[in-house]
């Protein structure tokens, strides 16, 4: 609930509502701007509704928030929140790429893909150590020694990392080796998972669940921001139905929706949401048409070996083309490609 108090309202009027909203256990905000002052009331808005708020002589409005979430809404906070993932910048005017393998496999693997996602325009590097995979039978990933991989590599060439996170007793170490932590599509509605990466403060890549629905990652969202973590981006990674044709259906509508409720910045998977290597630039320049803040892509030094997702990942050199193709896309985006935030 949102409620706007009168021009002449004081100081002392707001923390009167402030403290009444509090004495309902619900979460008051106080956002003094230089005409008025807006306060809010997040929570149950029927147990708001018994304080009969509209009746302080101070109040002018009030509006009620319709969407489930308010945190991460637009209604409360209508500038673009930009979430920095070490120095790159994400969100805003800036378009970030996100690059790597699907999983860390070994030394080499990481190192060569790693020098490749930097060389030809990638800004962090992406790649698993904890796999979330549907078959127990599949390459799990090397857990704590693929951390430390991708650390490893982080360190010798200067660049961020994403990884995944699966479990709530590995948040302490991925927090402690990566850049920023992944929740993945399975995970999306792991409340227990999304509660410990809202303790911390470093940045939270949510995937989009395969069955989940926009506002169902919004609330998702939610939970994460609710715990004092604001640093969120959402990736649209494509939805299952009916269509078989490729792995998921990439829900770019969600895109333009995203940004028109939510000031979070909004990434796309074209890598997953497809599932064919030919298919991501196209894909990519779709995403950067609608809206998207930024990529996430799978790449591989050499997909024919990869233990996971091969199908999926560019080549080196098909990375380094669509890079290229795609800034003139960026450009009439009104977007620029994120710049090291010390270089500015
Ligand atoms: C991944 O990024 O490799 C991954 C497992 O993605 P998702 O959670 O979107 O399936
Ligand atoms: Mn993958």
Do not use: W
């Not at 060389?119 to 590097?125: A, E, I, T």
């Amino acid at each position: 609930m949102i409620i706007l108090l009168k021009p002449n309202a004081t100081k002392k009027d707001a923390d009167e509502i402030l403290n009444q909203i509090a004495s309902l256990d619900l979460k008051p905000l106080y956002m003094p701007g230089l005409e008025r002052t807006v306060l809010g009331a997040i929570g149950d808005e029927r147990k708001i509704a018994e304080l009969h708020i509209e009746n302080h002589p101070m109040v002018d409005n009030i509006t009620p928030i319709l969407s489930p979430y308010q945190l991460v809404s637009r209604e409360l906070y209508p500038k673009d929140t930009i979430v920095n993932i070490d120095n790159i910048p994400v969100g805003g005017n800036n378009f970030t790429i996100i690059a790597g393998p699907c999983a860390v496999e070994n030394d080499k693997q990481i190192l060569e893909t790693a020098k490749i996602v930097k060389k030809y325009g990638g800004h962090c590097l992406r790649g698993g150590a904890f796999k979330p995979r549907t078959s127990p039978y599949s390459f799990q990933g090397h857990g704590m020694d693929g951390l430390k991989m991708l650390h490893n590599v982080s360190k010798i060439l200067k660049i961020p990392t994403v990884t995944e996170v699966i479990e709530v007793k590995d948040v302490e170490a991925v927090e402690e080796f990566a850049s920023a932590f992944q929740i993945g599509a399975r995970n999306m509605q792991n409340y227990r998972l999304l509660k410990a990466v809202g303790k911390s403060r470093k940045p939270v890549i949510l995937k989009r669940g395969m069955s989940a629905t926009v506002v169902e990652l919004l609330l998702a969202a939610e939970y994460i921001v609710a715990e004092g973590n604001p640093n969120v981006i959402l990736c649209e990674r494509g939805i299952r139905t009916f269509e078989t044709a490729t792995r998921n259906t990439l829900d770019l509508n969600a895109i333009p929706y995203i940004k028109q409720h939510c000031h979070l910045p909004v990434i796309v998977d074209p890598s997953h949401g497809t599932g064919v290597r030919d298919f991501v630039e196209p894909m990519s320049k779709a995403a950067i048409a609608c809206g998207a803040d930024g990529l996430m892509i799978e790449v591989h030094y050499n997909p024919k070996v990869a233990l996971s997702d091969g199908q999926q990942s560019l080549f080196p050199e098909q990375f380094a083309e669509m890079v290229k193709n795609l800034k003139p896309f960026i450009k009439a985006a009104g977007k620029t490609l994120s710049i090291p935030i010390e270089l500015k």
